[in-house]
Every structure is written in structure tokens, then in C-alpha cells.
């Protein structure tokens, strides 16, 4: 439905629908903020969003925003996150948990194929069970980033994915601009944040109890209008939104400026400039081995990255074996598996593969899809279960590079 | 109809259990269902959880639950061994000895006084071993118990020819896959996860306990690593040893981490020793 | 998935270089969609190798089908699983599908055991094919270790048809035993048609390694390294296009013996192989560094890749 459909109504201060267009703005209050679920719910959509469970905070179900996390903000380290309460803390000022867009995009078992055997001959069935449309509330510019690269792999190759593809196309994003950062993040050398720039529904900017909402498409604009329709919502001045971008600069220009405090998490940054080179000319770098000593090859890196993509298929049959389905699912570097020709795996050992992982992320995956795969979210560096840090493996590379011939 | 079975024999199972709760028995058992078709393609000749009838063998597979644990044991498994063409063990017993296997680091005759009203009348070795110490072993299953459907895949490829569908890779894949939150990171609380095969689909973190290693070490382990990071978070020794030492203590690369938590002097980091 | 490769010609379009954008393969839906086949003759090359004739169930899916040599299929067994396997048929011919597939894995094991009349899925054909289109008026020279000559049959039923297009073709195939050679009852057919064909044979030598004549019995063919072969191939110079595929470690030794004698190394091809799930580009499994063996492979220029193909363990 087109904003411009709903009947006009009575508008004292605040801006009726016709005003909720791409690229204004407008103040939404936390209660309002449930009318823009309810509204995203009655349009036949799964709504998740961030809550407290299980010792972090985790994308779930959402139906109402007293379930988001008022007061939590998250601390993260090598190997490390706990939750406390805040007082002074809003809505959204935990920063990243394990769960990104990937757990729902490009989930951890996807059925990608159904196959009947009748009269001893095989054919592939056609219809996929469907999935109700998915909208996300709190998605931060970090993930946006890593949404677009998954894009990249999933969407913008040869092949597309038609299972990425039918959420990705029903996908309504309500972005949030953080304004924390955890030690661990550092979206700020990426360039992937922390302000959201783009490639959102909606995106929010927490004020003390309520939100400075960008609208980011006519959709966004039309859910808006739904929560706004009988109650218009004030419109934000131009002071009121340069305010808002400004918290963001001012939390990058932090972010920029943090140094090593004694006693606290090391704050991360990662020097990008010639990164794929560096790594591709230090293949052989005694490094690799000197990680590995630490490195478990649990996986965890590679699982809670929000671009990761590796995958395998398994092949589920029911009792007869002529039902057939075709499961994807996530699959990792770490594992013997991923690198397993004719019995034996070609990356044998645990240096082997975290190079692999390392030089896929930050090097190879600039040749395959024209951008690094790393969106400096963190997650990989704080769900470590031996709090290995990325960045902190490229330094050393990048302190003692030993004489090498040219980039491959 | 004609009986097939008449001109294809139907391959021979049996079912042998040594020292052991029965459990991985009870999950063939609980597995009815497909047992019920297990049972239409194969003969079970021995299967004592199941029937008390006993056929003698050849057999063409062997299923075999529990630890090696008394002399007795050490001369019937090389019977069984004789017996079957495949031998498969299965449960944490069969494969790494057990919780019983605990008593390998104490004394026996300790354990026999203050467990027995009557020690002299117990006959039990100094250790709980597992199978393949004593006889070579197709393939090893792992788990406490042993998953019901895991099962079904080696007992089905070993009946095929293929090599059974069994992850070797962590339970770190588990908990990520099912979007558990990790009880390590998250709450501090040392876990094996991270060096345990998975299988259990995350049973314990799932229920925001901390894996206890029920399927034996994964595929590739750096527990010196593992331990050495929570001894930096806070957990003592003694705690480690013990998380270590549990049901499959005693398999290799478990044993060896508990000997050394046990043996170096506290508090020395992985990174202090690198 | 089908290429949107045209029927007549479509070879001469195809670019040769290392990582070639120019092979338009705009999605035609579902890259998992499979077709089935059925398993029309099944021929044992060699013990333990067996080739499979595959005839699609769907005329319309006959109809479009094209590959160009070089490139590979997907063969699914639905409950068992599915492999990578080079398409050894010819290409001119391309609805009467060969593959030669040594039974080494669940999935190629399970495919043993199938049976003429049986059926399967199949998906594709995907990834880079063999440069000769493009490489007319030079000597070619095709270098097989093993099972590898299994991805150059179609390229060898193509230049055997069209020999005059070329200055000379040379096929050498080396195996570790003579009962391990393959397509032996083709070479005087080969022969026949303008080709040079050598086989040879190392017994239990490994690459680099010295061979034992007296342990081959029974073989009055040549006894040595496939490289010892390829040195003595007369028309190896800065003419020559080379095409190998084997063991990483044969390709490398090959390559080396080839630029020794003038070849360029934007003129050696080599196809990789590597574990891989979906073909074509999105589950990671084939990465060779910075490429997926599926789509940007499995043909490679040694130029490009020549600097990771001499890291251990990448």
C-alpha cells in the first residue's frame, strides 16, 4: 500500500502520512516503536529483535518492546561478553551478540532441494515449504555491512541463491545507530560504521526514551504511516537530525581516539591499507604457527561471522529412501571436512586453516567479490572461546613481514 | 511370494555388552521404530537387552557396549573378536573406558573397601580400558549415550559398505547452528565444548550447562589452549582437572591434559609457556 | 543450471585467459536445480574405474543441454550424495553424457553399485573449460597423470576432429601400472586421426621419485615419469599450449619441465581439483586461495596460480 492511499485525518503539530516520504524524518516513541511492530506484524511478518536470553542479548521473536533490552549494555573482550544493567542505559545501547542477519538469511540448515524416487526413477520436487516474510528491529551498520557482502556472494555472482534471495527480498530492515562501542569493535577501521548510512527501512537513533527515525524506503514509509495512522508523529527539525548524525560522528571520532587503558579491554582497530597483499605475501609467515598453538579450530569465528558463507549439504532420507531432502548447512574452515579430497583433508593443520580463514576474510575475499569480508563487528574476536584477536594477528604480521617475493 | 531370505542371507548382528549402565543398549532399543526395520534387513542373533535368545556366531557385525574390566572381559572379548567380521563399539565405555576408567588414577583396592560390604568377593582389574586396547576395532562410536540415530547410520554403512555420516568437529558447531549462546563466553563457566565431538546436538549448553565431553575429543583438540585460557578467567586447577577427567577422561587426548593439569605447578598460562 | 552457451561455435567465444570474465552464464534459476539421468551402459576402463553413459529423462532438457571440454557435472545420488565429476564425452554429442569416476568416496562408491537402467540426478555443466578453441595453428600438448586424462577425453575427441585447425596434438598419459591406463582401446582412433599419443608408466614411483622397470611386468610400453616423457615431446617451445591435469605435485613438476623448454606460463593449463558442494561459487568448500576451483577453475593459467600452488597445505 502506497502512503499516499491513506485518508487524510486531522494533524495539529505532527506530520500525517503524506509526509512520512523517503528520507525524512521523524520523532517515534518507544510506544510508537510498538506500533511500528504491530503494523510489520499485521502485514503477515516474522518480527525479531534484540532481547536478553541466555546470558546475552540474541535476536528472538519480538512482539513487544518491553521485551528489547532497556537498560543492558554489553562488555565485550577476547573470549568474553557479559551482560550488566545500567541505569543511564536506553534501548539499544548493547552493541553486537553472537546472533547477525546470517543466522536468518542464510541459516544453519536450509532445505534446498526435495527428491522423489517413483518406480525407481528420481525427480525433484518443486515446492519448498514457505516462510513467512522476515523483519529485523535493531540491526546495526555493521551487520548492514555484512548484509551487503553476503549480497555480494549469494546475489550478485553468475548464480544467484534462490533461498538467500526469497528473504532477502521480503527482508525489512529497522536499522539502529549505535552509540557505544564495545572494545572489541572496530567498524571504524572497515569503514562499515557505526553510523547507518543506507540499506534500511527505518533506522533509529535513540534520545533518552525515544527514537529519531530515518525512513529509508516507501516501505519503511507505509509501516510508519501504519503506526502513525490516528496519532501523527512530530517531525524532526533540521537541528534535531544534524544532532543526531553528529552522535554518530562523535562515537567514530571516539572510537578513532581510544587508547589502551591498564586493566581494561585493549580497544581494536585494524590498519586496512594493503591488507591483501601483506597477507598473500605471508603465506609462509612463522605466525601461523605461533596462532595455531592457541587456536582450537572449534569453528566459532568462522560461525558468528555475519559473511561467513562456507556450507556443505547432507542428504536427509526418510526410512524407504525414497524421500529425499537436500539440507545446507553452515559448514567452517576449521573442520577437516571443508578441505577433504579423497579421504584427506589438504589443510591438515590448525595453522593451515586458520590462515585459510584469515587470508579468505581479509585478502581472497577482496579477488572473489571486490570488498574485504570483514565488517569489523567483533564477534569473532569476543566469541572466541580462547579470546584469539584477528586484529591483533595482523599486526604481528604486519610488525615483522619477513623478506618475500612479490604479491601472487 | 517367494522368501528372499531364503537365497540372500540376511547379514548377522549381535549386540555384546561389557562393563557399562547399558544405556547405549537402551538407545538401539529406543530407536523402535527404524529398529523394527533394522530387524527386517538384518538378523539379530544376540541382542540380551532386546530378547534372551542367544544364536552363536559368525557374526557378520558386532555391536559392543561397555569397558574392558575384569580378566574375564579380557578373554570374552577376543572371542567376540573371533565371532565378527565388523566389530563396532559403542558408548564412552567401549571407547575410552568409561566413567569407571576413573579408578585408573586410584587405588583399586581402596575403591573395592569403600564401595563393597564384602571387597574379597569382587574380582575387577586395576583399570577400566576401552575395546580397542585389547582387540583391533572397525569403528569406534562415541558418545554417553550414544546417539540413537548415529547408530542407525553405522550399523545401515557398515550393511552398505560406506563409511558411517559421523562429525568429528566440534560441539561448538551445536550450540552455533542452533544459536545457543556460549556458556564459556557468556558466563564464564569452563566448558568442553570447544574440544569435544559433536553429536549430542549441544544437549548440556542448550540447558545452559557446560559440555562434559560425553563424545570423547574432536577431531582436532588444543585443550592445553582451552585450559590454560580459563585458568587466565579464574578456574582453578582442580576444577580443570576434574571437568577434563570425566566420562571420557580417559581417552588419549583428555587423559594426557588432566595428567599435565595435575603434574605442572599452578598458573602458568598457555602464554607464558609459548 | 544450464549455460546459456549458443549450439554452434559457442567454443570460439570462449577467452582463455587466467580468470575469464567473458563466459556470460546469466542464472537460469535454481543453480541446485538437478535433472535426472539414466544410467544408459556402464563400461569398466579400468579396475576399479568405471564410465557411466547418462541420457537425460527430459528431451527438453536434451535438447539445450552444451558443455565445452574441460567442464564438469554435478552427479547426485539422492540419500547418498553428490560429486564433481569431469564430463569425458564429446562434445559434440552433448546429450550422450560420459563420466569416468573411480569409486573412492560414499558418493562414487554408492554410484558403483548402480546398475544400467538405473537413475540419477545430475546438475550442470559448470566451471572454466580447456582454451583450444582459441588455440588454433599451435602445437598442443595434453598431459594426463592418472584419472586426469578422464577431464581431457572430451578436449581429445574435439582436436581429433578438428586436427587441422592445429600445428601438432600430442596426448601423453601416465599412470602407476599399465592396467591403469586409461581409454586404451581409443588411442589407435586417436592415432588415426592425426594425434600422437604416448603412454607411460611408473610403476609405485612417486612423482619425483626413480621408477623400477623390472616391477612393471607384462608392459612393453615406456617405463618412466610422465615428465620423461614430455621432455622428449619434440615440439615442446614458445609455440606449445599445454594442458595437464593429475596430482598437484605432477602438474607443478610438469609445468616446470614445460617453461624449461619455452613454454610460457601463461600458455600451461591446469585443472585443479578440490572438495566442493555447490559449483558454483557460494559454499566456499573449493577455495584455492584467492579462487574457487567450481567457477574460476577448475582450468587455471599456471600463471596465475603458480605462486599458491607451491604453498604447503593452502
Known amino acids: 500500500m502506497h502512503p499516499e492511499n491513506h485518508p487524510t485525518r486531522p494533524e495539529p503539530r505532527g506530520v500525517g502520512s503524506e509526509e512520512l516520504s523517503v528520507g525524512a524524518s521523524v520523532w517515534l516513541p518507544l510506544d510508537r516503536l510498538q506500533g511500528v511492530i504491530d503494523a510489520l506484524r499485521a502485514d503477515g511478518m516474522r518480527v525479531v529483535g534484540p532481547q536478553v536470553a541466555e546470558g546475552a542479548v540474541v535476536y528472538r521473536d519480538l512482539e513487544r518492546t518491553s521485551d528489547l533490552p532497556l537498560g543492558w549494555i554489553d562488555e565485550q573482550d577476547g573470549g568474553r561478553y557479559r551482560l550488566t544493567q545500567q541505569a543511564e542505559a536506553g534501548v539499544f545501547d548493547h552493541v553486537v551478540g553472537p546472533h547477525s542477519l546470517k543466522n536468518f538469511l542464510f541459516p544453519s540448515r536450509d532445505t534446498i532441494g526435495r527428491f522423489l524416487r517413483e518406480d525407481g526413477t528420481w525427480k525433484q520436487l518443486e515446492d519448498l515449504p514457505p516462510e513467512p516474510p522476515l523483519a529485523v528491529l535493531g540491526v546495526r551498520a555493521c551487520d548492514l555491512a555484512g548484509l551487503a557482502i553476503q549480497d555480494r556472494v549469494f546475489l550478485g555472482g553468475e548464480a544467484v541463491d534462490p533461498h538467500y534471495r526469497r528473504r532477502r527480498e521480503s527482508l525489512f530492515l529497522v536499522a539502529v545507530n549505535c552509540r557505544r562501542a564495545a572494545a572489541t569493535c572496530f567498524c571504524h577501521s572497515t569503514g562499515c560504521g557505526p553510523a547507518v548510512t543506507g540499506g534500511f527501512d527505518l533506522a533509529l537513533t535513540e534520545f533518552s526514551g525515544r527514537f529519531l527515525c530515518d525512513i529509508g524506503s516507501l516501505r519503511g514509509a507505509e509501516m510508519l504511516a501504519k503506526a502513525a495512522a490516528g496519532s501523527p508523529l512530530d517531525r524532526c527539525t533540521a537541528d534535531e537530525v544534524q544532532r543526531a548524525r553528529q552522535q554518530s560522528a562523535a562515537l567514530e571520532q571516539a572510537m578513532h581516539a581510544r587508547r589502551e587503558v591498564p586493566g581494561e579491554p585493549r580497544p581494536r582497530s585494524m590498519e586496512m591499507e594493503g591488507l591483501r597483499d601483506l597477507l598473500f605475501n605471508n603465506l609462509e609467515h612463522a605466525r601461523w604457527d605461533d596462532v595455531a598453538s592457541r587456536c582450537l579450530s572449534c569453528t566459532n569465528c568462522t560461525l558468528v561471522c555475519p559473511t561467513c558463507f562456507c556450507a556443505s549439504v547432507t542428504e536427509v532420507a526418510d526410512l524407504s529412501g525414497d524421500h529425499v531432502e537436500r539440507e545446507r548447512h553452515w559448514a567452517s574452515c576449521f573442520t577437516l571436512d571443508h578441505a577433504r579430497m579423497h579421504g584427506e583433508s589438504v589443510r591438515s593443520s590448525t595453522a593451515s586453516r586458520y590462515r585459510q580463514w584469515l587470508t579468505h576474510k581479509l585478502a581472497g575475499w577482496i579477488d572473489q567479490f571486490g570488498t574485504s569480508g570483514c565488517t569489523g563487528c567483533g564477534r569473532c574476536i569476543t566469541w572466541c572461546p580462547v579470546g584469539i584477536d584477528l586484529t591483533e594477528e595482523v599486526a604481528a604480521i604486519r610488525d615483522a613481514p619477513p623478506p618475500q617475493e612479490a604479491t601472487p | 511370494m517367494a522368501d528372499r531370505t531364503a537365497s540372500v542371507r540376511k547379514p548377522r548382528l549381535a549386540v555384546f555388552k561389557f562393563a557399562s549402565c547399558d544405556g547405549c543398549q537402551l538407545q538401539l532399543l529406543d530407536a523402535c521404530g527404524q529398529l523394527m526395520q533394522l530387524a527386517d534387513r538384518v538378523e539379530i542373533a544376540q541382542f540380551l537387552e532386546a530378547s534372551s535368545r542367544v544364536d552363536p556366531g559368525p557374526y557378520d557385525l558386532g555391536l559392543v557396549e561397555g569397558s574392558i574390566s575384569t580378566a574375564e572381559d579380557v578373554e570374552r572379548i577376543q572371542a567376540i573378536r573371533r565371532d565378527c567380521r565388523f566389530l563396532v563399539t559403542i558408548g564412552a565405555c567401549a571407547t575410552s573406558g568409561g566413567i569407571q576408567a576413573l579408578r585408573n588414577w586410584g587405588k583399586i583396592d581402596e575403591f573395592l573397601s569403600a564401595v563393597y560390604a564384602s571387597p574379597e568377593t569382587i574380582d575387577a582389574l586395576a583399570t577400566s580400558t576401552p575395546i580397542a586396547d585389547h582387540v583391533p576395532v572397525d569403528f569406534e562410536l562415541r558418545g554417553c549415550p550414544v546417539d540413537p540415530h548415529q547408530l542407525l547410520d553405522v550399523v545401515t554403512s557398515v550393511l552398505l559398505g560406506r563409511r558411517p555420516k559421523v562429525p568429528s568437529q566440534s560441539v561448538c558447531v551445536e550450540c552455533k547452528s542452533r544459536g545457543t549462546v556460549c556458556v564459556a563466553v557468556a558466563r564464564g563457566i569452563p566448558c568442553l565444548g570447544p574440544v569435544t565431538q559433536a553429536g549430542c546436538g549441544a544437549l548440556c549448553p542448550t540447558h545452559n550447562r557446560e559440555c562434559f565431553g560425553c563424545y570423547g575429543p574432536a577431531e582436532a583438540v588444543n585443550l592445553v589452549s582451552l585450559t590454560g585460557f580459563y585458568e587466565q578467567q579464574g578456574a582453578s586447577r582442580e576444577h580443570l582437572t576434574r571437568l577434563v577427567r570425566g566420562i571420557n577422561g580417559y581417552s588419549e587426548a583428555f587423559r594426557c591434559e588432566s595428567d599435565r593439569l595435575q603434574e605442572e605447578p599452578d598458573g602458568v598460562s598457555t602464554r607464558e609457556r609459548a | ?314
Request: hydrophobic fraction near 45%.
Open chain 3, 1 to 314: 543450471m544450464m549455460r546459456a552457451v549458443p549450439r554452434e561455435g559457442a567454443e570460439q567465444t570462449l577467452p582463455g585467459g587466467a580468470f575469464p570474465s567473458g563466459v556470460a552464464t546469466a542464472p537460469a534459476g535454481d543453480p541446485w536445480r538437478a535433472h535426472a539421468v539414466r544410467i544408459e551402459g556402464i563400461v569398466e576402463e579400468v579396475p576399479g574405474v568405471r564410465s557411466y553413459d547418462l541420457r537425460f529423462l527430459d528431451d527438453a532438457v536434451a535438447r539445450d543441454y552444451r558443455f565445452v571440454p574441460g567442464q564438469f557435472n554435478m552427479l547426485h545420488l539422492p540419500g547418498i550424495g553428490e560429486a564433481a565429476i569431469s564430463i569425458s564425452s564429446d562434445p559434440a554429442e552433448p546429450a550422450q553424457l560420459a563420466h569416468t569416476v573411480r569409486a573412492v568416496g560414499n558418493v562414487t562408491d554408492a554410484l558403483a553399485r548402480m546398475r544400467v537402467g538405473e537413475t540419477l540426478m545430475l546438475r550442470g555443466p559448470f566451471g572454466r573449460p580447456w582454451p583450444i578453441a582459441e588455440r588454433t595453428g599451435r602445437d598442443l600438448v595434453l598431459v594426463a597423470g592418472g584419472l586426469g586424462l578422464a577431464s581431457q577425453r572430451a578436449a581429445i575427441r574435439q582436436l581429433a576432429r578438428h586436427r587441422e585447425r592445429y600445428s601438432s596434438v600430442t596426448v601423453l598419459h601416465g599412470a602407476k601400472e599399465p592396467a591403469s591406463l586409461l581409454y586404451t582401446s581409443e588411442y589407435e582412433a586417436w592415432k588415426a586421426s592425426g594425434l600422437v599419443v604416448r603412454g607411460s608408466v611408473d610403476g609405485l614411483a612417486d612423482q619425483g621419485g626413480t621408477v623400477d622397470a623390472d616391477a612393471i611386468p607384462a608392459w612393453s610400453g615406456r617405463v618412466g615419469l610422465v615428465t620423461d616423457l614430455l621432455s622428449e615431446v619434440t615440439t615442446l617451445s614458445e609455440r606449445t599450449t599445454l594442458l595437464c591435469c593429475g596430482p598437484d605435485p605432477m602438474m607443478t613438476a610438469v609445468a616446470d619441465v614445460a617453461m624449461r623448454r619455452g613454454v610460457a606460463a601463461d600458455e600451461i593449463f591446469l585443472s585443479l581439483e578440490r572438495n566442493m558442494a555447490c559449483a558454483v561459487r557460494h559454499c566456499g568448500l573449493c577455495q584455492f586461495g584467492p579462487v574457487f576451483v567450481c567457477q574460476d577453475g577448475p582450468v587455471f593459467s599456471y600463471a596465475a596460480i603458480a605462486p599458491f600452488l607451491r604453498v604447503p597445505h593452502l
